[in-house]
């Protein structure tokens, strides 16, 4: 059975599954708790702290290495994701491109080691 594996030896089945991986390790990484994200909310606190009226404060998000899920810090449980919070698209792309950059990187390296 003929594959459509290029120079690096991938075949089409191969990027298929790193491709799913990807999406999968992507969407487990709502998982992890990521701390420390700055986010405008409420307007009580000092004028010195405000941009265009509200409060700049520190929320919590999930996903890693970019959290996709933020704290809505005007109507959430804090430190609880729910359907209320920031959900970005754009950074769960993100996550699964690293994990998939990953996963390639380490299908390389092994591909690599075994020929030796």
Known sequence: MPTNAGRSGFSARSLQLRLL??????LLSYLIATPEHLVLAGNMCETASQIRG????????????????????????????????HFSPGFLAVDILFYFAVLTLLSELSIRFRRR
Do not use: K, M, R, Y
Not at 21 to 26: E, F, I
Not at 61 to 84: K, M, Q, T, Y
């Open 21 to 26: 991986l990807a999406c999968v390790l992507g």
């Open 54 to 85: 509200q409060c700049l404060h520190t929320s919590t998000g999930w996903g890693w290495p970019v959290a996709f899920i933020v704290d809505n810090l005007d109507i959430s449980v804090i430190n609880h994701p729910g359907e209320e919070d």
